[in-house]
């Protein structure tokens, strides 16, 4: 008997701070790259942010504008974490740096579920848990919000290719 190809969507939830810069970028870059890979229907995904400053608000501009120039549509509203909805309904949980992983684990984040976005990026194999921190571009110019882009990228395709390897 040959194994079925898995059906049940693969849910994913990137969270940063805010909402408005790092997360909404590895949302749309992910869902970019399994739509260039034809497995977009394999996944739900959203972004939310820990704090709730931007709620409502869309993606920041330079966020929008650099997955524009990239080719990456960003279809994000931010919205803050619901625990209790977002931990039920979420099977992988993908912050953007160490403090937003804390955050999530004092909210009560299942610690097994939760995953460092950069512990994808194959170039980082061994690298520290302070390396895997994707930097907040918000207070910078438009080359942070490119040289986040790149990070998540690498980190998105890296996610992309170890799911494949599961269901494989």
């Known amino acids: 008997m040959t194994a079925q190809p898995e059906t049940t969507p693969r849910s994913l939830l990137f969270v940063c701070l805010g909402n408005?810069?790092?997360?909404?970028?590895?949302?749309g870059i992910?869902?970019?790259?399994?739509?260039?890979?034809?497995?977009?229907?394999?996944?739900?995904a959203d972004s939310c942010g820990t704090g709730a400053w931007h709620v409502g608000e869309r993606p920041d501009?330079?966020?929008a504008a650099v997955a524009r120039q990239n080719g990456v549509k960003l279809v994000?509203?931010?919205?803050?974490?619901?625990?209790?909805?977002?931990?039920?309904?979420?099977?992988l949980i993908l912050p953007m740096d160490r403090s937003n992983r804390d955050?999530?684990?004092?909210?009560?984040?299942?610690?097994g579920r939760v995953r460092l976005m950069r512990s994808y990026d194959p170039t980082l194999a061994g690298a520290t848990e302070?390396?895997?921190?994707?930097?907040?571009?918000?207070?910078?110019?438009?080359?942070?919000?490119?040289?986040?882009?790149?990070?998540?990228?690498r980190s998105c395709t890296g996610l992309l290719d170890r799911i494949a390897r599961e269901r494989a």
């Open 20 to 27: 408005i810069c790092r997360s909404p970028l590895a949302e």
């Open 30 to 44: 992910f869902l970019h790259l399994a739509d260039a890979r034809g497995v977009r229907d394999a996944f739900e």
């Open 61 to 63: 501009a330079r966020a």
């Open 76 to 91: 994000s509203i931010a919205r803050q974490l619901d625990p209790r909805r977002d931990f039920e309904r979420f099977e």
């Open 103 to 111: 955050d999530l684990l004092d909210a009560g984040a299942p610690e």
């Open 130 to 153: 302070r390396e895997l921190d994707v930097p907040d571009p918000y207070y910078g110019g438009p080359d942070g919000f490119q040289h986040v882009f790149d990070m998540l990228v």
